[in-house]
């Protein structure tokens, strides 16, 4: 049977991208394969997983080459990287999502008169190949992204630079532009999970929040009450589902794993509703965190630029 394993695409002090994967069984981080090279130092890039255990690299920014069309995908059975169809545009800072095991991208940047992007895409797998979509009502740099209930929301900033919200409906194959509260209160990192939506309401992802649809609004939903810092070291990076669990990755790769179905909220009565995981081989790295923010020396020295969870 397939083990749910978390893995991360991380950005050096150097700049340069790897690939690392948590075991939760044995709390062990493991250092992957090197990614390849036209993905080491790129910028912008999407993110994704396809059929389980295919980790999907896409598009991006090459420091020298500009915006890129290229996909590549690591498949966790075989540990190996792949080369797979490329985008029909150029696209780097762009929105990505999957829906119906088929990776969607939006918006974005490209080099050209017309730098921010309104045209969309998708990839199927099993046809093996691109086709575009419904292009999105306004041109968006997105900056932040979620599938919930089917609906793919993405927010962003349009070409004027100001924030616009519009929401994708693979069914119907159309852009809704979007204005409520879910949208105004929406931070970044965020997770559907069982139907709900839920969203960080800490910097280091001590406390988190739910979105009511009854009243359209964001209220609080759990407290840890353990603040662990200010340092960037200690930011939360992503919110992943993990066996059934909501997870919180932060970029010293430090890991809280939530019981968000649990009737009982209060951490002080539920010890198993907020588990706090230290990876075996990152204690000295959260000890070094820690003195640093002390000392006020909380500068970044590398940070997580994207998060999954795959099944290895």
Request: net charge positive; hydrophobic share 35%; charged share 20%.
């Amino acid at each position: 049977m397939a083990e749910e394993w978390v893995y991360v695409i991380k950005r050096d002090r150097d700049k340069r991208i790897s690939l690392h994967a948590f075991d939760p069984i044995y709390q062990l981080w493991q250092s992957l394969p090197p990614v390849p090279g036209e993905y080491s130092e790129a910028l912008g890039f999407g993110c994704a997983v396809l059929s389980g255990c295919h980790l999907y690299l896409f598009g991006g920014k090459d420091p020298l080459k500009g915006s890129m069309r290229r996909v590549i995908f690591y498949n966790a059975r075989t540990n190996k990287w792949h080369r797979a169809p490329d985008m029909l545009r150029k696209r780097h800072l762009f929105g990505s999502c999957v829906i119906n095991n088929c990776l969607y991208v939006a918006g974005g940047e490209c080099e050209g008169i017309q730098r921010t992007l309104r045209s969309a895409e998708v990839y199927d797998p099993n046809r093996n190949r691109w086709s575009f979509i419904s292009e999105m009502t306004t041109a968006m740099v997105p900056f932040i992204g979620v599938v919930h209930n089917g609906t793919w929301f993405l927010k962003g900033l349009g070409s004027n630079r100001n924030v616009v919200c519009e929401s994708y409906s693979q069914e119907t194959d159309t852009w809704t532009p979007v204005s409520n509260g879910m949208v105004d209160g929406w931070r970044n990192p965020s997770i559907s999970l069982n139907g709900q939506l839920y969203a960080l309401d800490c910097q280091d992802g001590c406390k988190l929040k739910v979105y009511d649809r009854a009243t359209d609004s964001w209220k609080k939903f759990i407290d840890s009450r353990l603040h662990l810092g200010t340092s960037r070291a200690l930011d939360a990076a992503a919110l992943v589902p993990l066996n059934g669990k909501l997870c919180i990755i932060r970029n010293n790769m430090s890991i809280s794993l939530v019981d968000v179905s649990s009737p009982n909220r209060r951490v002080e009565s539920n010890p198993h509703l907020w588990e706090n995981i230290a990876g075996k081989g990152h204690v000295r790295s959260l000890v070094r965190n820690l003195w640093s923010t002390i000392a006020g020396r909380g500068s970044l020295k590398s940070h997580i630029v994207h998060c999954q969870v795959l099944q290895a």
